[in-house]
């Protein structure tokens, strides 16, 4: 479980009233594949060069 500030929270849900879910999806699923996508090429591309 993660324990948000109230006002985070709050901002969360008047979030959710103005614009549904797809905001918060978006910026949620953006900062998932930023994190993805650094920790691929900061891990994989040391384990596993790419063959020229």
Same mark, same amino acid.
């Given at each position: 479980?993660?324990?948000?500030?109230?006002?985070?929270?709050?901002?969360?849900?008047a979030?959710?009233?103005?614009?549904?879910?797809?905001? *918060? %999806?978006? #910026?949620?699923? $953006?900062?998932? *594949? %930023?994190? #993805?996508s650094i $920790?691929?090429?900061g891990?994989?591309?040391?384990?596993?060069?790419?063959?020229t």
């Amino acid at each position: 479980m993660y324990f948000l500030p109230k006002e985070v929270l709050s901002l969360f849900k008047a979030l959710d009233v103005i614009h549904g879910n797809i905001l *918060f %999806e978006n #910026v949620w699923l $953006f900062l998932v *594949f %930023e994190q #993805v996508s650094i $920790f691929s090429k900061g891990t994989f591309a040391d384990m596993m060069p790419i063959e020229t």
